[in-house]
């Protein structure tokens, strides 16, 4: 097995009590969310200067840029910009979602922070903004790639007609195809309109480096894929010593469960803030607790989720009631 696995031997979890005692303060809160989010000193979101002058008694905008003559606070230009919430109740959330490994739901967090059950899932969908990463992957390692259906009925179309169009998988489901590299454990997911050759190997291409070996199941949706071994799963085969996707496939099974008993549905429009969210934390879990709540501040910036943006998105009206 390779070596060169990220990470600690071991990670260093927190508890609430640790939780509760570092954010004990508003001032804690924000101090935290400063030294994580500037570490080299304060800089201006919009123009980049160091130049910054502190205005007493300025909340909720604290800091002023010399420069460009902003006005600014540690939330603007990050998914926090534009909230009311405290930090205080911000920090308590991205422990939230990056401990809660089955997801979190918005009546968690609704009953946890004593925020409304509304306020809670706009807050949830902005801290799963820091998970969404357009790059491609570059993984060199061996991938496995196998496809997970979630879901949910078909959209506007004839289950009959859907089939012949998809060729595989459940019709009335919507399709998402991941790959998890050999040694790192790193995972790469996406909402795939459909799962047929093109599509799949397209996912391939764009994250894998030449010659990368990938490792997949019978499906002939792959076959043409360089450097390709198939293991059947229909047929009893039993599992050959490298030859198997039982990494990815337990990938599935922790955003099943999170499907199932916790956000009990997922809609096809918001499917993949779900699955950049179980990737994201995914990718994290060589991290101590801390680290990867810092490494979503730092993800946290040039990223806004605007309420009126999500709603709209999921085709709700403003005062329809959030689903989970
Ligand atoms: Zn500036």
Same mark, same amino acid.
């Given at each position: 097995m390779a070596r060169n696995a990220p990470g600690k031997h071991w990670r260093k979890g927190m508890t609430l009590m640790e939780v509760v005692r570092m954010f004990a303060t508003e001032e804690a809160a924000e101090q935290w969310f400063i030294e994580t989010r500037w570490p080299n000193g304060i800089a201006c979101p919009?123009?980049?200067?160091?130049?910054i002058r502190k205005v007493e008694n %300025?909340? $909720?905008?604290?800091y002023r840029c010399r420069d460009c003559r902003k006005h600014f606070s540690v939330?603007?230009?990050?998914?926090?910009?534009?909230?009311?919430?405290g930090l205080q109740t911000w920090a308590l959330a991205f422990y939230l979602l990056a401990t809660g490994l089955k997801g979190t739901s918005s009546m968690k967090l609704h009953r946890d922070l004593g925020v409304t059950q509304k306020t809670a899932w706009h807050l949830a969908h902005r801290i799963r903004e820091t998970w969404r990463d357009e790059e491609a992957g570059d993984f060199e390692n061996a991938v496995e790639v196998d496809e997970g259906y979630f879901g949910g009925k078909a959209k506007n179309k004839h289950a009959w007609k859907r089939k012949q169009e998809e060729g %595989?998988? $459940?019709?009335n489901k919507t399709a998402v195809v991941g790959m998890k590299e050999r040694g790192t454990g790193r995972v790469r997911a996406k909402v795939v309109e459909n799962t047929d050759g093109r599509t799949l190997k397209g996912f391939i291409q764009e994250n894998v480096e030449d010659g990368t070996k990938v490792y997949t199941d019978t499906?002939?949706?792959?076959?043409?894929?360089?450097n390709r071994e198939a293991v059947s799963h229909?047929?009893?085969?039993y599992v050959r010593e490298q030859a198997h996707t039982n990494g990815m496939e337990s990938f599935w099974s922790m955003m099943k469960r999170g499907y199932i008993g916790v956000y009990h549905k997922m809609s096809p429009k918001h499917l993949d803030r779900y699955v950049k969210e179980f990737e994201g934390r995914h990718n994290q879990r060589p991290l101590d607790t801390i680290e990867q709540m810092q490494v979503m501040v730092f993800l946290a910036e040039d990223k806004r989720l605007r309420y009126k943006d999500l709603i709209r998105e999921n085709g709700l009206s403003s005062t329809a009631r959030p689903a989970k």
């Open positions: 919009q123009c980049g200067s160091l130049n %300025r909340k $909720p905008m604290p939330k603007t230009g990050t998914v926090m910009q534009g909230s009311n919430l %595989r998988g $459940p019709v499906a002939t949706t792959y076959s043409g894929v360089p229909s047929t009893g085969e």
